[in-house]
């Protein structure tokens, strides 16, 4: 899938990012910048991972891909198929 | 026996139903459903126990004199007689009068449970989990078929993407409420962040399965955080009274769920901007207080300095000149002034203009006459030199 290679050229700590911890991340990093008690060197670093993560997280609104699936029981076993409403097969 | 027209067979159904007394004018106990109050001001209902239900109509002529609103689920005795709405086949209570009877027993069912759910504290505030506020996966447990999965996949289009995992249960009918249970269960062993159960809008009993205890007790053993959606913004249920949030409609559910991408968009733009704006302050900071320390340390300041004390050196030197070379010339005047001064008491200038000194030859002045005898050898001095004298005679001046 083209989503999954993008994502391998993105650094591994962040690749194990969910969207909520990148955002939170992000949060972190501008309230950190705000308090204004960092170096500048840390301030300048802490800036340029703010601005990869906020970059990473818009990427992801545009992001179309979503998936819809549904869990079934068959015969005991449980698994996931994808699903397709009424509405969107028409 | 020969062959009936529908509407004959109704027709004829009719008549008997309306021929035994049996069913004329009877009182039945029951609770109210699927009620419309039509414009024409005549009521359709059912009313139902927990077992049957049947179709009542009470008209205009007669709703007129009913002095309360029907309500649904309201218990109610009504009075009437049977009849057969022959257009569809359908027989029916036509209500006479009416009067409501305590409180339906679908309702006190509720009531009861509620109460004894909330004494033993399933709904408290401290039992509530947060809804995470981006959620990547979410669980739905509602009906694949029905009106609250379409809405919920329509506005969910229009939000944040995220992973949607429907697991579909019966939400109506006897086996519903174990169905949601197992639903809840099941999402349970998956990573959803977040589950949303619930249906579309229907009737108390339509919705019946959200206020039974077994669904309220595998909300309040959910490890996931759970959106009640069921019915419509009026309808509460022991589900809701349960779940960590409560959303009056499916699709409203899914807009707390889920994050607005436009939204979100907007939030993320403005902080990047948070981030730029402290960064750039940090950096006009930190060049402002270079800027001051460069000015401190600048060479030209330096030789300034230098220059500045060189100057105060040289100022210094001429002024101690002017100080001693003022002094000298006072010196100097002063000097002058004490000769000329000398000079005017000068006994030589006394002499130059005429005087003597009287003198004896030891060269002690003499004041007096007294001081001298006749015959005293006296020396004299003029400007120009001394002359030897003997005394002769010796006048007191002072006798005369």
């Known amino acids: ?90 | 026996m020969g062959i009936f027209t529908v509407s004959e067979l109704n027709q004829h159904v009719k008549n008997v139903l309306r021929s035994e007394p049996g069913l004329q004018q009877v009182w039945v106990r029951g609770e109210i459903s699927n009620l419309t109050l039509h414009r024409s001001g005549h009521y359709y209902f059912t009313i139902k126990d927990s077992k049957a239900q049947i179709s009542c109509v009470c008209f205009s002529s007669v709703s007129r004199m009913i002095k309360f609103q029907p309500e649904k689920s309201m218990s109610i005795l009504a009075f009437g007689s049977i009849d057969l709405y022959t257009v569809r086949g359908q027989y029916q209570l036509q209500i006479l009068d009416m009067r409501p009877d305590g409180i339906g027993e679908l309702y006190q069912a509720f009531e009861q449970l509620k109460k004894r759910l909330e004494k033993e504290g399933l709904f408290e505030i401290e039992h509530k989990k947060p809804i995470p506020k981006y959620p990547s996966r979410i669980g739905i447990v509602t009906s694949p078929t029905g009106a609250a999965i379409h809405d919920i996949l329509n506005v969910a289009q229009r939000r944040l993407p995220v992973d949607l995992l429907l697991v579909p249960a019966l939400v109506q009918g006897e086996r519903s409420a174990s169905s949601v249970a197992n639903a809840i269960e099941m999402l349970n062993n998956t990573d959803v962040d977040v589950i949303i159960i619930g249906r579309g809008g229907g009737s108390l009993e339509d919705l019946w399965s959200f206020n039974e205890e077994i669904v309220a007790r595998a909300i309040h053993n959910s490890n996931v955080p759970i959106v009640s959606a069921v019915g419509h913004e009026t309808d509460y249920t022991i589900a809701d009274f349960t779940a960590d949030l409560r959303a009056p409609t499916p699709s409203a559910a899914c807009e707390m769920v889920i994050p607005s991408s436009t939204e979100l968009e907007k939030y993320i733009d403005s902080l990047i901007h948070r981030m730029i704006q402290s960064t750039d302050q940090k950096i006009k900071d930190h060049r402002t207080d270079l800027k001051y320390l460069h000015s401190r340390v600048q060479p030209e300041k330096f030789r300034d300095q230098v220059l500045q004390n060189y100057q105060k050196l040289d100022e210094t030197a001429s002024r101690m000149e002017y100080i001693i070379s003022n002094l000298l010339s006072n010196k100097e005047s002063f000097l002058r002034e004490y000769a000329g001064r000398l000079d005017a008491v000068s006994p030589l200038r006394t002499l130059a203009r005429g005087y003597s000194i009287t003198m004896d030859t030891e060269s002690n002045i003499i004041h007096s006459v007294n001081e001298v005898t006749e015959a005293d050898d006296i020396e004299v001095m003029i400007h120009d030199g001394i002359i030897e004298c003997s005394v002769r005679n010796v006048i007191r001046t002072d006798k005369r």
Do not use: H
């Not at chain 1, 993008?6 to 700590?13: C, L, P, T």
């Open chain 1, 1 to 90: 899938m083209k989503s999954d290679k993008e994502e391998k050229n993105i650094d591994a700590e962040e690749v194990e990012m969910t969207f909520e911890e990148a955002m939170e991340k992000l949060e972190l990093l501008v309230e950190q910048l705000e308090c204004g008690r960092m170096s500048l060197d840390e301030s300048l670093d802490t800036f340029e991972q703010g601005m990869k993560l906020a970059t990473r997280c818009r990427k992801r609104l545009d992001d179309a891909e979503r998936r819809i699936e549904q869990l079934i029981n068959e015969g005991g076993k449980i698994k996931s198929e994808p699903f397709n409403s009424k509405e969107e097969t028409e």
